[in-house]
Structure formats: C-alpha cells, structure tokens
C-alpha cells in the first residue's frame, strides 16, 4: 500500500513513504532542520516556523514539518535568507521574553534558549508593549504565562495524546495564552514534559535544582504493565549529603509519554540499613516455611529467584493474581495457539477499530488510554469501549460507549465472536454459535442488538481492528470460557489481541513462575503481609529494595523484556542474598536475566546486553519475548446463564488517576485518601450520603470508608480503591455488597 | 625573522630556524675540565656579594626600613587578589544577591560549590543552603567572574586558622552582615568579581514600545 517517494534534501538522495514530511525525510538520514513547535508523536502543529525549507521551483519558504513530501523535489535546507528567516523568527520570540534564565527550570535544557543562542540573537529590533500576565496553578502544573511562547505543544498533546481537552489557547492576539479546563485535567504532567520553555512546570519540582546538576537514570516505570520508559534524574538529597533522591522523572517526550504516576510517584524507595539479625531471622523464616506468597510488583530476576527456590525446597507459590492471569492466558493460548496475545500499545496506535472489554483503562492502564485516543485522532479509529462502567474521562477518547450489566462479559464477548470470526471457526464451533441466543444475551446484559449492529457496520471498511481485554475478565467466574472465545478471535478473525496485564509485571510472573493455588501453612510474604513479612515499603519483618532500586527487567504489555537500573542505592539485603544464604547461588539478580524461561518466549541475553536507546522515531528497549506456539484443549462451552448483580455493586478500582499501588501511594505527590467514590444515584440507591462512613465486605476483607460523590460517575456502581494495600486478588472484580452506615 | 610574527606562527610550536620562537641567551657550556674551572674562578671572585652588602648596610644606616610588623601590621591587598570568597547584598534592601542560577556550581572545576535551593513564599527561588569546599577549592575565580549577579566574590581574607577549613565557609559568615549592607556602609565591591569600571560602554539597549 505504502508508495515510496524520492527527492533530495541538499543534494543528498532520500526516500520516505507516502504522506511522511519532507522534516521526516530529512531525520530519516540525519540532515539537521531547525524546529521548536514539532512533536513526533503528534500531528505537525506549524505554529513555530522554525522548520521553513526552500523547495527548488517553488515561491516563498516551505513548512518542512507539515509538507508532504513530492517525488523529485529538490529541498534546500540552508541559506542566508533561511538563516534571516528564523533568526527573526527567534527575535519576536525574544520580545518581552523575562530575563530570567538565572532562576527559570528549565535553563540549560531549554529550547528558547538554546535557539536564540544557534541564530545569534545579540541585539532586538523588535518591540512592543508588555503586558501583565497572572501566574497560574492547576494542581502539579504550575503555568507562567510570561514565559509561554505560544508553541501548542502542551494544548496538542493535551488533546491528541491524552485525550484529555483540558487545556487551550485564549486566543488575543499578543496576548493569547493557555488555559485548562481543570475538571477535565487528569494531572498526567504530559504538557509539563513537552514545553520547550519554562512556562508550563511541575509546581512540586520549581526551584528545587538547577537542571544540569543531575544525573539521569534510565529505567522503566514501576507503576503499571505498560512499563514506560522513563529516567528517574537523581542528585544528593542536599548539602553535605552522600546520598541520592530522585528529583523528578523525565522521558523521551519527542516520541513517549507518560502518565502521571510515572511522572511524578518516583519516590517510593525504601531507605534501609544492613539489619543482620532480621536477615538472620529471614533465612531461617524461609527454612521454617513452605509456601511464598507474593504481588507482581516484582522484577523477572526476583520472579525467577523465587521459582529456583520452589524447584529447590518445593516452596509453593502464591500470587492470586497473576496465578489467574496465567490461567487465563494459557486458556487463551489453548484455542489461539499462541502463547501470548498479539497485539502491543503500538498496534493499537495504529489500529483504525478498536475495543475494549472488561477494562477500566484510565484507572488500569493510562498507556492503552493514550494509545487508543492517538489511534482516535490520528487514524480516525473507531473506539469502542465496552465497560458497566461510563467514564467521563474518556469521553473524547472513545466513539461508541457500550454500557453491560455487571457479570454479562461472556455473553457480549459471545455476540462479539458472532460479528468477527471467520467460516472457519463458525464451522468448528457450529454447535457453539447454533446455541447462542442472542435475545437473551441483549435482554440480560442491557445492550440493544442495534449497539452490535453499529459496531458491525462501522468494523466493515476497518483493516487493522484491535481488541482489549482487560482485568475484569481475568478473576471473572466464567474467565476459562472467556479466554477461549479471545483465542478464537485471536485465531480466526482479524482481529489483533492485547489481554492487558493487571499489575505491572503480571506478565513476567506468569510466564516465569510456576504458581500454586492453594497456600501451605507457614508463609514467607514478599511485599504482602506473611508470617514472616519482606517489605519494600519498609513496613515488614525485613526491608527489600523498592523497584527504583533495583537492577533487572520487567516483562511489560508490550511482550518485551525491558530494563531497570538502580536510581537510589539500597544499603539492605535483597532477596538474592537470602537465596545465597538458602544455597541457591547467584553473584548478582541480573545473572538470571539470561537464564529466564526459553520455553515462554524468553531469550539467553545478558542484562548488561540489553539495548536501551532512542532514535528520533521509536525507543529501542530490550527486547520482544518469542510467541512461541502452543496446542491444548481448544473446545470451547456454551454460554452459561448470565449472573446478575443488583443493588449496591462495588467495582474494585483505584482512583484518582495517579494511584497504582501502595507504591505510588507513598509517593510525596501521589499520596492520598482512599474514598469509597459513587454517583449521586449510587447514593440514593444505597441510601448513603456524601461524607458517610460505610462498612463492607469485599474480597474476604473489612473495609471502612468514607463515602465520596462522584460527578465523573454514573449508575449504580461505585469504586473502591485499593491503592492504601500491598495484597491482591483473585475474585471478580465487582460484588453486590451490604453498605452499613458507621458515622462517628 | 624580519617581520613581526603573526598568531599563527606562534601556535606553531616546532623551534626550528625561521620560526616564530628563538632560544635566548643561549651561551656555550664549558666542556672541559680547564673551562669548567676558569667558570668558578670567574664568579667567585667577582664583587657582587659585597654590593649587595653594602646596600644592606647603607639603608640600615639612614634607618629607611621598610620591614612590616605582621601581624600587627598588615599590607593591603590588591583589589583583584583572590582570598575566600564573600557573598554581597544588595545595598539599601539589604536582599542576599545570590539567586541561585546555579552557574557558579557548574563552572567551579574543582566541583566545590554544592547549594540548595526553593520555592520561598512569594514564589521566588532562594537558596536555603551554600556551601564552599576550601579544602578543594583553587581559588581560582571562576566562580566570581560567572556569577551575573555581582554575588560571589573574591574577598580579602587571606588569613584563616581554624581546626577545619569548612568553618570558612558557613554561607551566613561569607554574607555581607546585615547591618553593614543596610546601613550603606559598603562601598561599591571593588575587588574580584566586580564590573570592570568601562562596563557601561559594551551593553547594548534594547528598543521598548513605551
Ligand atoms: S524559558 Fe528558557 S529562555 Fe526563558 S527564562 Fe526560562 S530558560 Fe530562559
Ligand atoms: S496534566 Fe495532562 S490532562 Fe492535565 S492539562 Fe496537562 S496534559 Fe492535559
Ligand atoms: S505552555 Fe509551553 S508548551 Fe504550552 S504553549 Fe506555552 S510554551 Fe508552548
Ligand atoms: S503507570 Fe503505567 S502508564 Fe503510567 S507511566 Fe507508569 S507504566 Fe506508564
Ligand atoms: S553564580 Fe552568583 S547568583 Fe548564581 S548561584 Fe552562584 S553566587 Fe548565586
Ligand atoms: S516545527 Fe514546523 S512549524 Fe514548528
């Protein structure tokens, strides 16, 4: 499909495909053209004009970033009027800009700065009056707008890559500037990490650092599956200090992003001292005991450590989650045939028909989010997302909402696979789809047949459909039957799968440890609560690295291996020593990163191996686990009877945006109160009212929450955060409960 | 050569006939053992030694004695010598100078500035701690020529006795005091660090639309 088109830039032969800029051209091969307004990962803003180019035969200079590129043009990057040209460009952009670089963040890494100095603005011809301007403050940004050039980066990514119009232009003239829909914003600090200048700044960083003393880190985020790329920037934590902090988070922003637990729960490191007499109780703890249980908020080392010493002392396992994720995919795997799904963040990016089900995506995976909404703008996809749960925040992220009733996932999946699979399969599976009732499934999940019939409709003229599932489906009782019907689809439609992983290294668990479902009687807990508790958080029997401290790699969404490096130095033992102590020998964790298992995919390469680089178009991170191919049981059961969930139904679910997991709870910018958050109808329905505190029972525990309303919500449902808790789990996630009013 | 070097020939470092650079007074060295001899005789018995002498004793005659009594007395120090570091304020107001830009950090090659900084209540930056490794520091005065606020200088202690020489560096004890600063006492920094006296006749004006 894709047309090659060749010209030249300054004389040197270059080609790109049809549609790509004559600036996309130039990067390809490394020609330099001058630009301050560009973002890779977004539609060309031309706001800057930095990026103008002479085309031979043409009038006038030429936009190189949102001009296509012609076959045979000749492009001329340099000339004396081209260097007039955008040196009085950055002369305009210098009027009334504050002389204020000695305190401004973002001196020594700023653009503004950076581009007066290559176009040798020593004097100004321009002027015009200043005008004052209020500073403004929306939560983690701080905006000063007497240092916004007006760029748009920030109101583009805002709208393109999060999906969040929050922020926009209050347009004037000279005197425009940005403003921000606050109760849009989801305080993701993507507009923060794109602007070239000084204006839009994390109000928590300000001042804190001169930006060139610090140090970066490569790593990968810790929060969620989707394991973004990020650099944690460390300095000593102050004067007369050894020690480092981490002072804010950065990334490739040209062509990543970020959420706002990436960017701003950085400091969740556990400070801790060499305690010999806990190691000492540790190792014997370990001897006395037959079972670990543990989260997935674990690096593929320590999962790997942890499945030696079950092959050595027959330990059982026990992670709930990732035990019924694994389930779930080998499920999966056993009609699709594949061991893993086929899709990634960046199929859905460039898919142009989506779905998701049974996924809460700002709230489990904000990256799938982010993907979606650029595949919504970029591609003109059509999104579909497929939830009991209506999130507002989604609302210019996704085209058609389709609202279930709690529990009715195997139905629409069911009514999906009707829509999508090929002959093949309705051949194979005939007496599956002869029984399937679609009248009952509509009638009992609340979908009209006409939603199906749009999606139908809409899904014919698409090429690259893409369908996610998500957490909901894995701990769902009906999960066996649900894997089974994606593996079909996976196997007979077109469809590309992506089964999101519920916690951040789910998957790398999955694939490394061989899980247990039943505990024993005398447990070790890693990073949840055991006889004998390590802790990262610092809160058990022994401290353990946090995973900003640690070397090793996760296994993310994407299906790659990518790597994690040490920003704060941890002073305690790590669990490798304790396997040392117990016998099963290793000099560093990162020995085992060669040694994971070659059977789910992995590959014999050393951690120090691993890539971890960027061009100008893509990351190059580790590397991609093999899908290797699999046979099992590929029958597939009728529909059963759909469950059905009436009165007070709690949907487990963190929130506000930032929160993940514990970890980011103990983050100074994250932390926050856990509240039982519904609708106004929710309340009305559960006869409760805002400010209430409330007693239930949820996956076999006690909770005790203040009751919040909600106006993003709607229905019957409310959320119940989790991020206050270090355990996790293996039910559905919604349940009818019993609300008790606890005031006072 | 017959002309006046050029830059150029000096950056060519190779002495050879007809470069820019020449050996100077470059006489024989005595080879012999006769030679060697003859140098020795030659300079042993000239008189140098005793004019030098007399001129001791002639000015200890006239009682012209210029010997200075440290550390009762003490000789003033150039205005650009570079003795610990001083930091100014603002006259009148009395505002520390320093804003934190962070340059003299960056520029100090023997990395022994480490400051730290904030957000203070009206939202400016201020510098909550500053610190000087004398124990590393060159004196070299990077850090005053950098600084564009006229903050850090080089002052004129040159004396210091104490147990560490951390102690000289307390970023309240290099701060101008208060009560000097406010009460106009201070002159115009003269020493290192300060504008030079035709700085006015380099800045550029820049046009304003009122
Ligand atoms: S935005 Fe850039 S040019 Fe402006 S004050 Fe800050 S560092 Fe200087
Ligand atoms: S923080 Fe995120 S959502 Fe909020 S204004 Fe910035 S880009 Fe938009
Ligand atoms: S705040 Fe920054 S990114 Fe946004 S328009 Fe201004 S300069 Fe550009
Ligand atoms: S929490 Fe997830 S989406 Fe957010 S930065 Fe981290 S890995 Fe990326
Ligand atoms: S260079 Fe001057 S203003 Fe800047 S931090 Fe150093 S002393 Fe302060
Ligand atoms: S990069 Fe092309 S206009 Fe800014």
Same mark, same amino acid.
């Given at each position: 499909m894709s047309k090659t088109i060749n010209f030249t830039i300054d004389g040197q032969k270059v080609s790109v495909e049809k549609g790509e800029s004559i600036l996309t051209g130039a990067r390809k091969n490394d020609i330099y053209i001058p630009t301050l307004c560009h973002l890779a990962k977004a539609t060309p803003i031309a706001s800057c004009r930095l990026c103008v180019v002479e085309v031979e035969g043409s009038e006038g200079f030429v936009l190189s970033c949102n001009t296509q590129a012609v076959e045979g043009i000749e492009v001329k990057t340099n000339s004396d009027e081209l260097y007039k040209e955008r040196q009085n460009i950055m002369k305009l952009y210098d009027v009334n800009h504050p002389l204020q670089c000695g305190v401004c963040d973002k001196s020594g890494e700023c653009d503004l700065q950076n581009k007066t100095l290559e176009f040798d603005v020593?004097?100004?011809n321009f002027a015009i009056r200043d005008q004052k301007r209020q500073k403004k403050g929306w939560g983690v940004l701080s905006y000063d707008p007497h240092l916004c050039?007006?760029?748009?980066r920030c109101t583009v990514v805002c709208n393109e890559v999060v999906g969040s119009m929050a922020l926009y232009i209050k347009p004037g003239g000279y005197k425009s500037l940005i403003d921000n829909h606050y109760s849009s914003c989801i305080q993701c600090g993507e507009c923060i990490s794109v602007c070239p200048v000084g204006a839009m700044a994390s109000a928590d960083f300000k001042y804190t650092t001169n930006v060139w003393e610090l140090e970066s880190v490569p790593s990968s985020c810790a929060h969620c599956s989707s394991a973004c790329n990020l650099k944690y920037d460390v300095k000593t934590l102050g004067v007369g200090e050894t020690d480092k902090a981490i002072y804010r988070v950065t990334n490739e922003v040209a062509i990543e992003s970020l959420c706002g637990a990436g960017r701003f729960a950085y400091d969740f490191e556990n400070r801790a001292t060499k305690d010999e007499l806990a190691f000492v109780k540790a190792v014997e703890a370990f001897k006395g005991a037959d079972s670990i249980v543990f989260n997935s908020m674990i690096t593929n080392e320590e999962a790997a450590v942890l499945q030696a010493l079950k092959e050595k002392f027959s330990y059982k396992l026990i992670n709930k989650e990732a035990k019924k994720y694994q389930e779930f995919l080998e499920n999966f795997a056993s009609v699709s045939g594949t061991k893993l799904y086929s899709g990634s963040l960046k199929t859905i990016e460039e898919s142009d028909f989506a779905v998701t089900l049974g996924c809460s995506i700002s709230a489990d995976n904000p990256m799938v989010r982010f993907a979606l909404n650029i595949a919504h703008n970029k591609r003109s996809a059509y999104v579909t997302c497929m939830h009991p749960l209506e999130d507002e925040s989604l609302r210019n992220v996704i085209t058609q909402y389709v609202k279930y009733e709690v529990g009715s996932e195997e139905g629409l999946l069911a009514m999906l696979c009707d829509l999508v699979v090929n002959e093949e399969a309705r051949e194979k599976y005939s007496s599956f789809f002869d029984s399937l009732d679609s009248g009952y499934i509509c009638g009992e999940s609340s979908v009209g047949e006409e939603e199906f019939g749009l999606l139908y409709q809409k899904l014919r003229r698409k090429t690259k459909p893409v369908l996610v599932a998500g957490a909901d489906l894995y701990n769902h009782p009906r999960a066996k039957n649900i894997a089974k019907l994606l593996g079909m689809i996976a196997k007979y439609s077109e469809f590309d799968l992506v089964i999101v992983p519920?916690?951040?290294n789910s998957l790398g668990v999955a694939l490394i440890c061989d899980l247990d479902s039943v505990p024993g009687v005398k447990s070790i807990g890693y990073n949840v609560k055991g006889d004998f508790t390590l802790s990262a958080l610092g809160e058990g029997d022994l401290d353990m690295p946090a995973l900003n401290q640690q070397e090793g790699t996760f296994t993310s969404l994407d299906k790659k291996v990518v790597p994690l490096n040490v920003a704060v130095e941890f002073k305690g033992y790590e669990l490798n020593d304790i396997a040392n102590a117990l016998g099963v020998k290793a000099k560093n964790v990162i020995d085992y990163t060669a040694t994971l298992p070659q059977n789910s995919g992995y590959k014999d390469i050393e951690f120090d191996a691993l890539e971890n680089r960027f061009t100008m178009f893509e990351g190059i991170r580790g590397y991609e686990l093999e899908n290797v191919n699999v046979k099992g049981d590929d029958s597939i059961e009728e529909i059963d009877d759909l469950a059905e969930y009436n009165g007070s139904v709690i949907y487990r679910c963190n929130f506000p945006f930032n929160q993940f997991n514990s970890f980011t709870n103990k983050a100074h910018q994250t932390e926050s109160e856990p509240f039982l958050e519904g609708s106004k109808q929710f309340a009305i329905a559960s006869k409760i009212s805002a400010g209430d505190t409330v007693r239930f029972t949820m996956d076999g525990k006690e909770y005790i929450r203040k009751f919040k309303i909600s106006k993003e919500l709607k229905g019957t449902l409310a959320l119940n955060p989790v991020f206050d808790s270090t355990d996790n789990y293996d039910e559905y996630r919604y349940k009818q409960v019993k609300l008790e009013v606890v005031n006072g | 050569m017959s002309k006046l070097p050029s830059l150029e020939d000096f950056k060519d470092?190779? &002495? &050879?006939?007809?470069?820019?650079y020449y050996d100077v007074d470059q006489r024989e060295a005595p080879t012999t053992g006769m030679e060697k001899f003859k140098q020795v005789v030659n300079r042993t018995f000239r008189f140098e030694l005793f004019i030098g002498l007399w001129v001791v004793l002639r000015e200890m005659i006239k009682f012209d004695i210029h010997t200075v009594s440290y550390p009762a007395e003490k000789l003033p120090i150039g205005p650009r010598y570079r003795a610990v570091h001083e930091m100014q304020r603002l006259w009148e107001s009395g505002t520390e100078r320093c804003i934190g830009c962070g340059l003299c950090e960056k520029i100090c090659i023997s990395d022994c500035i480490r400051m730290d900084t904030r957000i203070d209540e009206n939202s400016r930056k201020e510098v909550t701690e500053y610190t000087i490794n004398l124990g590393r520091c060159i004196f070299c005065g990077y850090c005053a020529e950098v600084c564009p606020e006229l903050a850090i200088v080089h002052g004129g202690r040159y004396e210091n006795v104490s147990e560490q020489r951390a102690h000289y560096t307390d970023f309240n004890d290099m701060l101008t005091p208060m009560d000097m600063a406010i009460s106009g006492k201070v002159a115009e920094y003269p020493g290192f660090g300060a504008v030079t006296p035709h700085e006015d006749e380099r800045i550029k004006t820049t046009p304003l639309a009122y």
């Amino acid at each position: 499909m894709s047309k090659t088109i060749n010209f030249t830039i300054d004389g040197q032969k270059v080609s790109v495909e049809k549609g790509e800029s004559i600036l996309t051209g130039a990067r390809k091969n490394d020609i330099y053209i001058p630009t301050l307004c560009h973002l890779a990962k977004a539609t060309p803003i031309a706001s800057c004009r930095l990026c103008v180019v002479e085309v031979e035969g043409s009038e006038g200079f030429v936009l190189s970033c949102n001009t296509q590129a012609v076959e045979g043009i000749e492009v001329k990057t340099n000339s004396d009027e081209l260097y007039k040209e955008r040196q009085n460009i950055m002369k305009l952009y210098d009027v009334n800009h504050p002389l204020q670089c000695g305190v401004c963040d973002k001196s020594g890494e700023c653009d503004l700065q950076n581009k007066t100095l290559e176009f040798d603005v020593d004097s100004q011809n321009f002027a015009i009056r200043d005008q004052k301007r209020q500073k403004k403050g929306w939560g983690v940004l701080s905006y000063d707008p007497h240092l916004c050039i007006m760029c748009e980066r920030c109101t583009v990514v805002c709208n393109e890559v999060v999906g969040s119009m929050a922020l926009y232009i209050k347009p004037g003239g000279y005197k425009s500037l940005i403003d921000n829909h606050y109760s849009s914003c989801i305080q993701c600090g993507e507009c923060i990490s794109v602007c070239p200048v000084g204006a839009m700044a994390s109000a928590d960083f300000k001042y804190t650092t001169n930006v060139w003393e610090l140090e970066s880190v490569p790593s990968s985020c810790a929060h969620c599956s989707s394991a973004c790329n990020l650099k944690y920037d460390v300095k000593t934590l102050g004067v007369g200090e050894t020690d480092k902090a981490i002072y804010r988070v950065t990334n490739e922003v040209a062509i990543e992003s970020l959420c706002g637990a990436g960017r701003f729960a950085y400091d969740f490191e556990n400070r801790a001292t060499k305690d010999e007499l806990a190691f000492v109780k540790a190792v014997e703890a370990f001897k006395g005991a037959d079972s670990i249980v543990f989260n997935s908020m674990i690096t593929n080392e320590e999962a790997a450590v942890l499945q030696a010493l079950k092959e050595k002392f027959s330990y059982k396992l026990i992670n709930k989650e990732a035990k019924k994720y694994q389930e779930f995919l080998e499920n999966f795997a056993s009609v699709s045939g594949t061991k893993l799904y086929s899709g990634s963040l960046k199929t859905i990016e460039e898919s142009d028909f989506a779905v998701t089900l049974g996924c809460s995506i700002s709230a489990d995976n904000p990256m799938v989010r982010f993907a979606l909404n650029i595949a919504h703008n970029k591609r003109s996809a059509y999104v579909t997302c497929m939830h009991p749960l209506e999130d507002e925040s989604l609302r210019n992220v996704i085209t058609q909402y389709v609202k279930y009733e709690v529990g009715s996932e195997e139905g629409l999946l069911a009514m999906l696979c009707d829509l999508v699979v090929n002959e093949e399969a309705r051949e194979k599976y005939s007496s599956f789809f002869d029984s399937l009732d679609s009248g009952y499934i509509c009638g009992e999940s609340s979908v009209g047949e006409e939603e199906f019939g749009l999606l139908y409709q809409k899904l014919r003229r698409k090429t690259k459909p893409v369908l996610v599932a998500g957490a909901d489906l894995y701990n769902h009782p009906r999960a066996k039957n649900i894997a089974k019907l994606l593996g079909m689809i996976a196997k007979y439609s077109e469809f590309d799968l992506v089964i999101v992983p519920p916690e951040t290294n789910s998957l790398g668990v999955a694939l490394i440890c061989d899980l247990d479902s039943v505990p024993g009687v005398k447990s070790i807990g890693y990073n949840v609560k055991g006889d004998f508790t390590l802790s990262a958080l610092g809160e058990g029997d022994l401290d353990m690295p946090a995973l900003n401290q640690q070397e090793g790699t996760f296994t993310s969404l994407d299906k790659k291996v990518v790597p994690l490096n040490v920003a704060v130095e941890f002073k305690g033992y790590e669990l490798n020593d304790i396997a040392n102590a117990l016998g099963v020998k290793a000099k560093n964790v990162i020995d085992y990163t060669a040694t994971l298992p070659q059977n789910s995919g992995y590959k014999d390469i050393e951690f120090d191996a691993l890539e971890n680089r960027f061009t100008m178009f893509e990351g190059i991170r580790g590397y991609e686990l093999e899908n290797v191919n699999v046979k099992g049981d590929d029958s597939i059961e009728e529909i059963d009877d759909l469950a059905e969930y009436n009165g007070s139904v709690i949907y487990r679910c963190n929130f506000p945006f930032n929160q993940f997991n514990s970890f980011t709870n103990k983050a100074h910018q994250t932390e926050s109160e856990p509240f039982l958050e519904g609708s106004k109808q929710f309340a009305i329905a559960s006869k409760i009212s805002a400010g209430d505190t409330v007693r239930f029972t949820m996956d076999g525990k006690e909770y005790i929450r203040k009751f919040k309303i909600s106006k993003e919500l709607k229905g019957t449902l409310a959320l119940n955060p989790v991020f206050d808790s270090t355990d996790n789990y293996d039910e559905y996630r919604y349940k009818q409960v019993k609300l008790e009013v606890v005031n006072g | 050569m017959s002309k006046l070097p050029s830059l150029e020939d000096f950056k060519d470092r190779n &002495v &050879v006939e007809g470069s820019a650079y020449y050996d100077v007074d470059q006489r024989e060295a005595p080879t012999t053992g006769m030679e060697k001899f003859k140098q020795v005789v030659n300079r042993t018995f000239r008189f140098e030694l005793f004019i030098g002498l007399w001129v001791v004793l002639r000015e200890m005659i006239k009682f012209d004695i210029h010997t200075v009594s440290y550390p009762a007395e003490k000789l003033p120090i150039g205005p650009r010598y570079r003795a610990v570091h001083e930091m100014q304020r603002l006259w009148e107001s009395g505002t520390e100078r320093c804003i934190g830009c962070g340059l003299c950090e960056k520029i100090c090659i023997s990395d022994c500035i480490r400051m730290d900084t904030r957000i203070d209540e009206n939202s400016r930056k201020e510098v909550t701690e500053y610190t000087i490794n004398l124990g590393r520091c060159i004196f070299c005065g990077y850090c005053a020529e950098v600084c564009p606020e006229l903050a850090i200088v080089h002052g004129g202690r040159y004396e210091n006795v104490s147990e560490q020489r951390a102690h000289y560096t307390d970023f309240n004890d290099m701060l101008t005091p208060m009560d000097m600063a406010i009460s106009g006492k201070v002159a115009e920094y003269p020493g290192f660090g300060a504008v030079t006296p035709h700085e006015d006749e380099r800045i550029k004006t820049t046009p304003l639309a009122y």
